[in-house]
């Protein structure tokens, strides 16, 4: 059974060219989209993606989340995207993974009630007139930040600026120091590829981990936890030369950095055509 790979040329620019010929290699078929021009939309452009592939084919889409959700919601392809929005709000997934967290105390409420609340997250949170703030949702609805006590209003009014329901949940924990990332991309239950990400606040790409993040997500691992068929678990290092996980989150949103292409290709479509074999 042929795969076909649909990716959004729009976005994780730095290895598009580099996936779409680790598929090409694989024997598979890839193709690309580009989202229209403000003040368009996807559902401007007719057929635009969904005439890319005949509908029941097995599809693969790489891209924008906003794309992704798309794709799902159409249900037009197998399995179309590896993204099952729900398994990844923290609301979800942090108790299952709790003993592995990097944020292991936290609390979770409306964005809208930080202001009421403010005086018990600053003392269960607070490091030095700081606490960390991150949306539940996994559609980055505005990046994790830290909010000050001293500054809290404007603080927040900045976060506020961001396209999202002010009553929407929001994560509240301590503020950690990392030391460096990685990106693990996860294919029914083994790792198929990796890369750093990050060196301090630094973005970096450079393939493969050290082995005490693979022991310590094989071990996460042998659970059986697994809130998708494919999907990636973000690692980093402590301060105390710990490992812990910073989130997790969907393969087909997720930016697979340095990860080896041609592993990932080769294992995500294997998965791809289980699913559509039945």
């Not at 598009?16 to 452009?45: C, N």
């Not at 930040?145 to 809290?152: E, G, I, K, T």
């Not at 310590?216 to 990636?232: E, H, K």
Request: glycine content about 8%; overall charge negative.
């Amino acid at each position: 059974m042929n795969v076909g790979w649909l990716l959004d040329a729009g976005v994780f620019e730095d290895y598009h060219d580099e996936l779409a010929a680790a598929i090409i290699r694989h024997g598979y078929l890839v193709k690309s989209v580009r989202r229209p021009r403000p003040p368009y939309s996807w559902d401007d452009v007719t057929p635009g993606y969904r005439g890319v592939f005949p509908k029941d084919a097995c599809v693969i889409a790489h891209g924008d989340i906003d794309l992704i959700q798309r794709v799902k919601r159409d249900n037009r392809w197998q399995p179309g995207a590896f993204a099952t929005i729900e398994n990844f709000f923290c609301s979800r997934y942090f108790p299952q993974l709790e003993p592995w967290l990097l944020n292991r105390r936290y609390s979770i409420l409306p964005f809208n009630e930080l202001p009421n609340q403010s005086g018990r997250l600053f003392a269960e949170y607070g490091d030095n007139g700081h606490i960390f703030v991150r949306p539940d949702s996994p559609l980055k609805d505005f990046t994790g930040q830290l909010v000050s006590q001293a500054a809290m209003q404007q603080d927040l009014e900045y976060l506020a600026f961001h396209e999202f329901s002010k009553d929407s949940l929001v994560v509240v924990s301590s503020r950690q120091t990392i030391l460096r990332e990685w990106r693990l991309v996860i294919a029914n239950g083994t790792i198929v590829a990796a890369s750093q990400y990050k060196e301090g606040n630094t973005l970096i790409a450079i393939p493969g981990t050290v082995p005490g993040v693979h022991s310590f997500a094989q071990r996460v691992l042998g659970t059986g936890f697994s809130p998708d068929p494919v999907w990636v678990m973000d690692i980093c290092e402590t301060a105390s030369h710990d490992y812990k996980i910073v989130e997790i989150g969907g393969f087909s949103f997720a930016n697979l950095y340095a990860c080896d292409k041609d592993d990932v290709v080769s294992a995500v479509s294997e998965v791809a055509i289980s699913i559509c074999k039945g």
